[in-house]
Structure formats: C-alpha cells, structure tokens
C-alpha cells in the first residue's frame, strides 16, 4: 500500500490519499481523541502523538496536529497508523455511517435552505475536500449562513477569507435573501 500526502491550505494539516476508499459516502470529522471512539482508523491515528485532529472523506484522511509537533516527526508515525488500520480488516466507522453533515431544516425558509444546501455540495464541498476538510449547513437566520468547517477547513488560516471573498460571494450572487456568511463552532 502506498499513501501519498498532500499539503492543505492550513499548514496544521496535511491530507493522507491511502488509493482507496476511506468513506463510502459522507464525511466524518473527530476534533478530539473521545470523539473517535466509534472510528478504530481514527482512534489509531490519534494514538500518535501530536495528533488534534482527524476528518474522514470519501478518499482521504486528513490529520492536524499540535502547533508545536513539526511534521517530520509524525508523518512517518501517521503514514504508519493508516497503514495498519487498512492492513487490519476493521471498518472504518462502527455502527452509523457518515453523516452528509448537513443540519436539518424546517420551516417557512426550508425553499432557501435547500437552494444553500444545493450550491454548497455542488459548488462549495467539492472544492474545499480537494484541501482536506468539509463546509456543511449549520442554519439559517435572518438572512444570515451559519456554516460548520471541518477537517483542513476548522482553523485554517485562510479560511475566513473563503467563507467571506469565495462562499457569501457565490450564495448572495444566486439567493438574494443571504445577506452574510458565519463560521460555528461545534
């Protein structure tokens, strides 16, 4: 098996590509080690130290680690782990599968939201998992986006910039009862 990286926008994270599929579909994100009870890759990726973070995507993992943990040190450790894991046998998630990540909607403004939602798979989340992380709908209110980042997308620097210049851009251009765009956090 041979897993390739790639860099993300975020230089806490790098993207683990295994060759194979990590999710059949969805996502699955584990901002900490408890979170990732009911994933044995994740649990194993975090059983490196240095490890914050892990986000699960249909082909890849993405890692992020602690701002004092250089890559150098445990890439070779986290190449390792993913390695094990495929090698193992076990699934990859127990019990539920991946969420689409989307939260759900009712009400008089479910016409719009469904239009938000659409525009971000179709335009939004293809981009953002070719850096390693998800954007999904967290609600709407008032004119107002309330978006969830993930994986590379959570703490990247440059993601304000994205959810500004790039998303509230394309989403006030196609639904003009969007007036502004929100980070949330879970």
């Not at 975020?10 to 579909?25: D, I, M, S, Y």
Request: include cysteine.
């Amino acid at each position: 098996m041979f897993i390739q990286t790639e860099s993300t926008p975020n230089p806490a994270t790098l993207k683990f590509l295994p060759g194979q599929a990590v999710l059949e579909a969805g996502t699955a994100d584990f901002p900490n080690q408890e979170a990732a009870e009911k994933s044995p890759l994740a649990a194993r990726v975090f059983g490196v130290e240095g490890v914050t973070g892990v986000f699960l995507g249909n082909d890849f993992v993405t890692v992020t680690k602690a701002e004092d943990v250089e890559w150098d040190h445990v890439k070779p450790a986290i190449l390792g782990a993913i390695m094990e894991h495929f090698q193992s046998g076990q699934p990859v998630i127990i019990g539920e599968a991946a969420a689409s990540g989307h939260a759900d909607h009712d009400g008089e403004d479910a016409e719009i939201v469904g239009q938000i939602k659409e525009l971000l798979d179709t335009r939004v989340r293809p981009a953002v998992a070719q850096d390693g992380g998800d954007i999904t709908f967290h609600g709407f209110e008032r004119g107002v986006v309330y978006l969830h980042m993930q994986g590379a997308c959570a703490g990247c620097p440059s993601s304000t910039i994205t959810l500004k210049m790039g998303i509230e851009n394309l989403l006030r251009h196609y639904i003009p009862e969007v007036t502004e765009v929100r980070p949330v956090g879970l």
